[in-house]
């Protein structure tokens, strides 16, 4: 049983601190006479403005003769064949050996592998380049987290599928949620969504979804929409707007029988 329900609707445009907007704090319009137990995500709009490559997550290693050589991929959307075209040039304009890169896929009378195959033409003497991930692009190169993948002979092949998705989930985390070790008010699945489109989030049951609210004497937010690992999206300089519910959760006192 609830009682004191009340509906918030939030604008990240109206945030008091914070420079983006997936990451901010804001003034939560909640009485300071008034204190409830459970608050829940009924809505939100989100545009799906984030990149595929964001700006500071944007790099991996090449490493040549046993030297590391940064690569950087413009913070941008891509699809498959536009980021193969970009990955060779950044690639061709970066070695310091004067070694030639180029990146394939199956074609179109082929068997789809979802795969990248990539060539360099220069190595002698039994020196092969490599590629060295920590936890940037190695999704869309088709490789491992903190790895590093040697070529053989002038040629490698990608571990795993490429990855174009931008992001299979958000995570919409804020400190109004008291619960221990997980600060996450409520995840956001973005499949079917396109590029530059808008992320609907609408709770369909609430009882369920509903998380223990933070006690605090304020009013004032964070709220930050992450990657699985918590990695912030920067949405480009858009905004959001959300609809809370904050209650209070009242039990039913359980009668005793001699």
Request: hydrophobic letters at 40%; aromatic letters at 12%.
């Given at each position: 049983?609830?009682?004191?329900?009340?509906?918030?609707?939030?604008?990240?445009?109206?945030?008091?601190?914070?420079?983006?907007?997936?990451?901010?704090?804001?003034?939560?319009?909640?009485?300071?006479?008034?204190?409830?137990?459970?608050?829940?995500?009924?809505?939100?709009?989100?545009?799906?403005?984030?990149?595929?490559?964001?700006?500071?997550?944007?790099?991996?290693?090449?490493?040549?003769l046993g030297i590391p050589i940064t690569i950087t991929i413009t913070p941008a959307n891509y699809t498959a064949t536009c980021f193969k075209t970009c990955l060779a040039e950044a690639l061709n304009a970066a070695s310091l050996a004067g070694w030639v890169y180029s990146v394939g896929s199956p074609?179109?009378?082929?068997?789809?592998?979802?795969?990248?195959?990539?060539?360099?033409?220069?190595?002698?003497?039994?020196?092969?380049?490599?590629?060295?991930?920590?936890?940037?692009?190695?999704?869309?190169?088709?490789?491992?987290?903190?790895?590093?993948?040697?070529?053989?002979?002038?040629?490698?092949?990608?571990?795993?599928?490429?990855?174009?998705?931008?992001?299979?989930?958000?995570?919409?985390?804020?400190?109004?949620?008291?619960?221990?070790?997980?600060?996450?008010?409520?995840?956001?699945?973005?499949?079917?969504?396109?590029?530059?489109?808008?992320?609907?989030?609408?709770?369909?049951?609430?009882?369920?979804?509903?998380?223990?609210?933070?006690?605090?004497?304020?009013?004032?937010?964070?709220?930050?929409?992450?990657?699985?690992?918590?990695?912030?999206?920067?949405?480009?300089?858009?905004?959001?707007?959300?609809?809370?519910?904050?209650?209070?959760?009242?039990?039913?006192?359980?009668?005793?029988?001699?």
């Open positions: 049983m609830i009682r004191n329900r009340r509906l918030m609707y939030l604008s990240s445009a109206n945030r008091i601190s914070g420079t983006d907007s997936s990451n901010f704090t804001i003034q939560v319009p909640i009485p300071p006479h008034e204190t409830f137990t459970h608050v829940c995500l009924l809505e939100a709009n989100i545009p799906k403005s984030y990149y595929l490559v964001q700006a500071g997550y944007n790099t991996f290693t090449l490493l040549e074609s179109s009378t082929q068997p789809a592998t979802g795969r990248f195959t990539y060539a360099v033409v220069g190595p002698g003497g039994g020196n092969q380049p490599s590629f060295v991930f920590t936890t940037n692009l190695y999704e869309q190169l088709g490789f491992n987290f903190n790895s590093t993948n040697t070529f053989v002979g002038g040629a490698l092949t990608s571990a795993n599928v490429v990855r174009f998705q931008s992001e299979d989930a958000l995570y919409i985390h804020s400190d109004i949620v008291a619960v221990s070790g997980n600060d996450v008010l409520q995840e956001v699945y973005t499949s079917g969504i396109p590029d530059f489109g808008i992320i609907n989030y609408r709770c369909l049951q609430w009882d369920v979804m509903a998380k223990p609210m933070a006690s605090t004497t304020g009013n004032v937010y964070r709220f930050t929409i992450t990657d699985e690992f918590a990695t912030p999206m920067n949405l480009n300089g858009l905004n959001w707007v959300m609809t809370l519910m904050v209650y209070t959760e009242v039990r039913p006192l359980m009668l005793q029988t001699e």
